[in-house]
């Protein structure tokens, strides 16, 4: 008798143990997935408390600025009327250093800021040094005359005659520095004296010039604190709600976020949009595949076609005309009415035309492509590479003399890359609290919920072997009766209508074991079913 004492009381124990660990499973099972959410809603905002404001202030993620030139071959060539041709030289590359200042925490749940951006050489990642020299339309000279093409013929001579006096051509030779951040030109000063509005520098000209140890505007973004369905969206840019560069309402919006935090919780059905003031314009890109990055889970985000298609492809874009060959983004409006145009390096997704017009140009999908792979629970971006190229409209003006014969053609200038991708201590920070974390959370309320089954399976077989041996017959009915009256405990307790010793602590223990674990099975099932269902959507 007391052996069989000490076992009924070790099945108990046993059967509570696995009680507790089976409540604890599914209570976690409910309670965990809502938990992190909330923890994430919390710490994703712009507030100085959220986990995440200090990498908002001062972006952890090394960024790299890569530029790649396309060196005239044959200058002399074009102004005879023959096709260009370029080969690319670089990278060229850049550290690229940011950080927010003035920043302003507004009433409407909003916060005010401006981004500077400063540039170091990386010779290390190089090819080439700044002290390299690149052949390449001289844009000062081309712009302005392109601007002179409807003037009066007097004033194209007189233009002529003040390139000649100021010894400017259609090509130049300058270094890699020059170009990026600026040298000095006569025709700047000359410009500046007669038409004063016409170039908005007043000294140096770079390609790159304003953009380093400089702001890219004042932006006004929702912190999502109060409403947290506007969490990072752009409010607005300098003071402004939409911009005027365009011919379209829908063109000139300000769109998405500033470019460096989304919304948390994304589906492939999100998409990512935000404000870009370097191309005067909102873009759009669209989920492609998911993946991971250094054990991360990522969704990949890629431009559509259709971001530099002109009017006639695709309707929508029909503001930022007028357009050439789709594929190109006239950007003259937000640049000085100069013949500027943006798109994917070598033309990549453009009119093929547009490659075929310049000797030396490859495009290709694998080194031309942007992406970037996003967090999807958190919105943050893990690993980002955006490819764009800037080119200039070149021909030949009647009255200028510096144009020549050239040819109408799209001349590439340069294509750069801004990649950036996150690394060292804030990317096993990231690795911990929001991905090891969570699946250690996820993974051991399941255990808890099976060890929980297992263990309460020990008093209800104990209480079934401790029964007086019978026929197979009257052992599965007595199991089936057993099962049964799990499900109605009153009539199980007070043992009407069943044979079985009373030993209330065990059977107790043994009804609520079979009814924990028919529950827990249900929520397997559901959980099951509901993981099936996203597998599924995923898929399709």
Excluded at 64 to 83: H, M, Q, R, T
Aim: with cysteine.
């Amino acid at each position: 008798m007391g052996s069989r004492a000490r076992a009924r009381r070790a099945a108990a124990v046993l059967g509570f143990t696995g009680l507790l660990c089976a409540v604890l499973g599914a209570v976690m099972i409910v309670v965990v997935p809502t938990l992190i959410k909330q923890q994430v809603l919390k710490n994703v905002r712009i507030d100085p408390s959220s986990l995440s404001f200090n990498m908002w202030k001062e972006i952890p993620v090394p960024f790299y600025l890569s530029i790649y030139f396309f060196d005239i071959v044959n200058p002399d060539a074009i102004l005879l009327g023959e096709k260009p041709q370029v080969q690319e030289r670089g990278p060229y590359v850049y550290r690229e250093f940011r950080h927010k200042s003035n920043i302003t925490f507004n009433d409407n749940d909003t916060v005010s800021f401006l981004e500077y951006r400063s540039f170091q050489f990386q010779p290390d990642k190089s090819h080439g040094l700044e002290s390299d020299y690149i052949v390449m339309p001289n844009i000062l000279v081309l712009a302005a005359a392109m601007m002179m093409e409807n003037k009066p013929m007097s004033l194209k001579l007189i233009m002529t005659l003040a390139f000649s006096t100021l010894g400017e051509r259609a090509f130049m030779n300058r270094t890699v520095g020059e170009i990026m951040w600026g040298y000095e030109d006569p025709l700047i000063h000359l410009i500046n004296k007669y038409l004063p509005n016409m170039f908005p520098f007043k000294g140096k000209f770079g390609l790159f010039a304003e953009l380093n140890n400089s702001d890219s505007g004042l932006f006004t973004v929702f912190t999502g604190v109060k409403d947290f369905s506007r969490i990072h969206l752009v409010d607005k840019w300098n003071g402004l709600s939409k911009v005027n560069f365009w011919h379209s309402d829908q063109c000139n919006m300000i769109n998405g976020t500033s470019g460096q935090m989304w919304a948390p919780f994304m589906t492939p059905e999100t998409s990512l949009e935000f404000y870009s003031p370097e191309a005067c314009r909102s873009m759009t890109l669209i989920y492609k595949e998911s993946g991971t990055f250094e054990g991360i889970p990522t969704y990949r985000f890629v431009a559509p076609s259709t971001l530099f298609a002109n009017g006639s492809v695709y309707p929508p874009n029909q503001g930022f005309c007028p357009c050439l060959d789709s594929g190109i983004q006239n950007i003259s409006t937000c640049r000085f009415n100069a013949p500027l145009f943006l798109s994917h390096p070598h033309f990549y997704n453009a009119d093929p035309m547009l490659a075929e017009a310049v000797l030396g140009l490859h495009p290709n999908q694998e080194e031309h492509s942007l992406f970037l792979d996003v967090h999807p629970v958190t919105g943050i971006p893990m690993n980002c590479s955006v490819k764009l190229q800037l080119s200039l409209y070149i021909k030949a003006i009647k009255g200028i003399g510096q144009t020549a014969k050239i040819q109408p053609v799209v001349l590439p200038l340069v294509w750069f890359e801004e990649s950036g991708a996150m690394e060292g201590e804030p990317l096993q920070t990231f690795y911990t609290q929001l991905v090891l974390m969570p699946s250690v959370l996820h993974y051991a309320q399941y255990v808890l919920l099976a060890l929980g089954c297992v263990l309460l399976l020990i008093p209800i077989i104990h209480q079934i072997r401790s029964q007086p041996r019978c026929s197979g017959g009257q052992t599965l009915s007595r199991v089936a009766r057993l099962a049964d009256r799990a499900c109605f405990p009153k009539a199980f307790l007070s043992g009407e209508g069943h044979p079985l010793p009373r030993s209330p602590d065990l059977q107790v223990l043994t009804a609520v074991g079979l009814t924990t674990l028919l529950f827990a099975f249900r929520t397997l099932k559901k959980r099951v079913n509901l993981l099936s269902l996203a597998a599924v959507s995923t898929i399709n």
